[in-house]
């Protein structure tokens, strides 16, 4: 069964900087592009980056270019996200979800909060 | 930057009943990239049509996809309880803004 679990979310001041983790199984987590998608409180979802199998292609949508770097190790199952610099309006529930040009398989979320 | 604008943004209705959904992309996309999704409250999405119309597993077959270019549509055959919730369409990196289904 395909599992995706994420940590890490949690309340921090603006400006302030987070790391968001994804722990995959049952799959083979070094095969597959991964993402992060968000959806702050009552609004819909949003794409935020991706990644290739090898961390060798990444892409992030503009608001956080700059701002948020993703990540992974394979040897870990592993998928992260590494957040600074936020802002309140990246208040949101944060998914990590397989990317294979459409999001098949999801996590539960992490909500981050930003606020002072 | 591909804009997918969904319609309605409710749509009130009883169990049983058909209804169709849109998403219109402000310009032609491929239909192997248009994804729909089901989001209940408090749930992360569940993946139910790719490629525009193919069926995700276990998706039961009420739920259909079809459309090309522009305009792509989800049809609930008939709804059931438990259909009642929010409906996203994807191309990539583009979400549309969602259609709720709620209980008339």
């Known amino acids: 069964e395909v599992q995706l679990v994420e940590s890490g979310g949690g309340l921090v001041q603006p400006g302030g900087s987070l790391r968001l983790s994804c722990a995959g199984s049952?799959?083979?987590?070094?095969?597959?592009?991964m993402s992060w998608v968000r959806q702050a409180p009552g609004k819909g979802l949003e794409w935020v980056a991706n990644i290739k199998q090898d961390g060798s292609e990444k892409y992030y949508m503009d608001s956080v270019k700059g701002r948020f770097t993703i990540s992974r190790d394979n040897a870990k199952n592993s998928l992260y996200l590494q957040m600074y610099s936020l802002r309140a309006e990246d208040t949101a529930v944060y998914y990590c979800?397989?990317?294979?040009?459409?999001?098949?398989?999801w996590g539960q979320g992490t909500l981050v909060t930003v606020s002072s | 930057e591909i804009v997918l604008t969904q319609s309605p943004g409710t749509l009130s209705l009883s169990p049983g009943e058909r209804t169709t959904l849109s998403c219109r992309a402000s310009?032609?996309?491929?239909?192997?990239?248009l994804a729909w999704y089901q989001q209940k409250p408090g749930q992360a999405p569940r993946l139910l049509i790719y490629?525009?119309?193919s069926r995700a597993t276990g998706i039961p077959d009420r739920f259909s996809g079809s459309g090309s270019g522009t305009d792509f549509t989800l049809t609930i055959s008939r709804l059931e309880p438990e259909d009642f919730a929010v409906y996203y369409c994807q191309h990539l990196g583009t979400f549309g803004q969602g259609t709720k289904v709620e209980i008339k």
């Open positions: 049952g799959f083979t987590f070094s095969s597959y592009w």
């Open positions: 490629g525009a119309s």
């Open positions: 310009q032609s996309v491929s239909s192997s990239y």
């Open positions: 979800a397989r990317d294979g040009w459409y999001f098949d398989f």
